[in-house]
């Protein structure tokens, strides 16, 4: 095949991949908690819907975690790179994490049932 039809199947390609995350993303579920891990280690779980601001300190640094309006943020944090502040807010979707401090958020929803089973 020649360069032309390579480039235009690669161009198909990721735009069909690109569609496609966008239906998906707009289907994800809405999460109801967050969990805050520091070190791997579950710190405290909190809701989405109670706003408030929460302090969580370790041997490698600390990081402020804000719930407001139903979206959870690290709005500051001890690390270099504050790329975990950068992240912004959200309500869904990747957890964020900043690796300096070994800190993760990771969003929780309660699993919906069809039916029960017995």
Known sequence: MKTK???LLFLALALLCG???LVLAQYAPEADSIEICSDGKP??????????EYRIESEYGWNVVTVR???????AASCQTQDCVRYGAASSGAPI?????RL?????SEPEYDALLQ
Do not use: E
């Not at 710190?43 to 408030?52: A, C, I, K, M, Y």
């Not at 309006?69 to 709005?75: F, L, N, Q, R």
């Not at 993760?104 to 929780?108: D, E, K, L, Q």
């Open 19 to 21: 569609i496609s995350a």
């Open 5 to 7: 039809h390579w480039s």
């Open 104 to 108: 993760t958020v990771t969003f929780c």
């Open 43 to 52: 710190v405290r779980t909190v809701p989405l819907s109670v706003d408030g």
């Open 69 to 75: 309006g139903g979206k959870a943020s690290v709005t």
């Open 97 to 101: 994490v900043c690796l300096p401090n």
